[in-house]
């Protein structure tokens, strides 16, 4: 992961009617992978996205992180650039 504790703020915490559903089938909380995003734990990314949130969090830009559901469904948490919302989704709601 990392060495320096990651800080930004979530704002505004929606998640989408797919996402809740999804959620609800793999028997997860939205609380749990929404404390991974917050952590800097940025799930199932690849090297250079993860170089671009650690970027994004000392710039202010938007932030990604992708989570792979226990049923294997995708879900994403995207923090916007001005951290007034952070939105978790489906991709294909995106």
Known sequence: MHDTPITFTLGN???TPGALT???ASGQHYLTLLSRH???DWGDICAQDREENARSV???NR???AYTLRNGQRLWIITESDR???TILLP???
């Open 13 to 15: 915490v929606v998640v």
């Open 22 to 24: 999804a959620l609800a």
């Open 63 to 65: 932030l990604l992180s």
């Open 58 to 60: 000392r710039e202010g």
């Open 92 to 94: 294909q709601e995106y």
């Open 38 to 40: 917050a952590r800097g």
């Open 84 to 86: 007034s919302v952070t």
